[in-house]
């Protein structure tokens, strides 16, 4: 166990629990993947073994009473984890765009995409080895393939700007009734 996943553990209750009752705190999920994009470009899937909550808490704690057996071997297929990526994309953007824009429902979205993919990750975890969602995690996914492409300078490049735009945007919009 990683001294950084003694810090990052607290962050994946903070979020399902406290965003059970504060929706705001889907955006500490939109902050960290920001992050972990950017960082993906340097380290590939460096955020997911070091610093990623819910692989924290798979290793704290679902490591105890996982049955450790091996995944299902389509599951780490990469046509079967495009499927998982775009469903998964496919959902939070539908999700997203029935919110109407409200802020506070796009909050939501993420904290209950937060709480379902736990649940997933604990299910996995509990009937195979114990960071089985890591295998076919979406963001994990696409953290593999920008780190694979990270000497296309341009498309970083391309990319890093949009990330920095989205963290802007949302900047903006946190700053907005704060005059």
Not at 70 to 99: E, N, S, Y
Not at 120 to 132: A, C, Q
Request: net charge positive; charged share 15%.
């Amino acid at each position: 166990m990683k001294k950084t996943q003694l810090i990052m553990v607290w962050f994946l209750p903070i979020i399902v629990i406290g965003g059970l009752f504060n929706a705001w705190l889907g955006y500490l999920v939109v902050a960290m993947m920001a992050f972990f994009l950017a960082l993906s470009f340097f380290k590939a899937r460096y955020w997911c073994w070091n610093l990623c909550p819910r692989g924290a808490f798979l290793d704290i704690v679902i490591a105890r009473f996982s049955v450790n057996k091996p995944l299902p071997k389509v599951m780490a297929k990469q046509w079967f984890r495009w499927i998982i990526f775009i469903l998964f994309m496919g959902f939070v953007i539908l999700r997203i765009v029935r919110t109407g824009g409200n802020l506070l429902m796009i909050g939501s979205v993420f904290v209950g995409m937060c709480i379902f993919t736990t649940v997933i990750s604990i299910i996995l975890g509990g009937f195979t080895k114990h960071r089985g969602w890591c295998v076919i995690c979406p963001m994990g996914f696409l953290q593999e393939k920008i780190g694979k492409t990270r000497k296309q300078d341009a498309l970083k490049n391309y990319i890093l700007r949009g990330i920095y735009r989205l963290g802007s945007f949302f900047s903006s919009i946190l700053m907005f009734g704060k005059k």
